[in-house]
């Protein structure tokens, strides 16, 4: 299991954020305002609270199964050639 683990440094610059911060508002507004997103928006938090784990930017958690079912983490695109398995939008 220590294999997969990603270390995720908190080192970041204000356009990092700056997207976090975006995203975190606009998924937000649509699970909390207008409940047309199933899953709570979080950011910088663990991915298993039962023991130390990774933080991604932002994890969509499912209430109803109690169960993390999206997990963003914002790269440049070089960074997200490095990671081992990389979504670009």
Do not use: C, W
């Amino acid at each position: 299991m220590k294999d997969n683990v990603i270390i995720i440094d908190v080192k970041a610059s204000k356009p990092h954020q700056r997207i976090i911060g975006k995203l975190m508002t606009a998924l937000g507004h649509l699970y909390y305002r207008e409940g047309a997103l199933a899953y709570e928006p979080f950011s910088e938090t663990m991915i298993d609270e039962g023991q130390t784990s990774p933080t991604p930017d932002i994890l969509l958690f499912d209430n109803k199964s109690g169960l993390n079912k999206v997990i963003i983490e914002v790269s440049t695109s070089a960074g997200a050639k490095r990671a081992p398995t990389s979504i670009i939008l």
